[in-house]
């Protein structure tokens, strides 16, 4: 089953308004989650790493003042885009970090949200 | 140079080929290696992990020659539902300490009937 919510799924909105992302860890005290963006037919780039209880670490050349993140708690990570404008248009996923022991070596596996879809208008 | 690098496709393969895919990265600090799968409009799945020795899961394999910076996947047995985008992932831990994941662009497969 799912092991990390997103909500909504898909939003559209009019251009200046802001649209914010949240992102659950359904069973898992994730004290450190991604947030991704996908453009149409390209990678999936990473935008900026959320740490519970301090600030979110974020990637050259993405704006903080514009992507706000918020992880106030294990759980959630939040992710806002204010003042959206259509070149913001895209799929929005997170993820979350969890030890797995695998059969021959232990590695972090990221788990995915299953993304949100935004279209500015 | 993009620090991991895929051919695109499109990999059009009738039912029951083997297809395989390639990538390199560039950065020899690179970690970990891993194969994503992608859907259309859905979110990246683990398909597996890539390991130095290579290793099989079922009708895929993966190989890392980590000397060529070097990553393949092979499908044996193609399926109607191996069509997706596999993503060629490659982790390091960042300036900050966390772990990152940087994706390769994906190359799209479709499997023919």
């Known amino acids: 089953g799912a092991v990390v919510s997103q909500h909504p799924s898909w939003v559209i909105c009019k251009s200046g308004t802001s649209v914010k992302i949240e992102c659950r860890s359904l069973?898992?005290?994730?004290?450190?989650m991604f947030w991704y963006r996908q453009f149409p037919k390209q990678s999936l780039m990473l935008m900026a790493t959320?740490?519970?209880?301090?600030?979110?670490?974020?990637e050259q050349g993405v704006e903080k003042d514009k992507f706000l993140i918020n992880h106030a708690s294990l759980t959630l990570s939040t992710l806002t885009v204010t003042s959206a404008h259509p070149e913001d248009s895209s799929f929005y996923i997170c993820?979350?970090?969890?030890?797995?022991?695998?059969?021959?070596?232990?590695?972090?596996?990221?788990?995915f949200g299953p993304g949100t879809r935004l279209t500015v208008l | 140079r993009k620090e991991v690098e895929q051919d695109p496709g499109p990999f059009n393969v009738p039912e029951g080929a083997t297809v395989a895919f390639n990538c390199t990265y560039s950065?020899?600090?690179?970690?970990?290696f891993f194969w994503y799968r992608q859907d259309c409009r859905k979110e990246p799945k683990l398909l597996m992990s890539v390991y130095s020795s290579g290793n099989e899961d079922g009708r895929f394999t993966a190989q890392l020659n980590r000397a060529s910076q070097y990553i393949s996947l092979l499908i044996r047995d193609s399926k109607l539902s191996d069509s997706a985008t596999y993503l060629c992932?490659?982790?390091?831990?960042?300036?900050?300490?966390?772990?990152?994941?940087?994706f390769g662009t994906g190359t799209r497969l479709t499997i023919i009937p």
């Open positions: 959320s740490n519970e209880g301090s600030k979110a670490t974020y």
């Open positions: 993820s979350e970090v969890r030890p797995e022991l695998g059969t021959r070596v232990s590695y972090n596996e990221q788990f």
């Open positions: 950065n020899s600090a690179s970690q970990s």
């Open positions: 992932v490659v982790n390091r831990v960042s300036n900050f300490g966390n772990e990152k994941l940087t």
């Open positions: 069973d898992f005290q994730a004290t450190t």
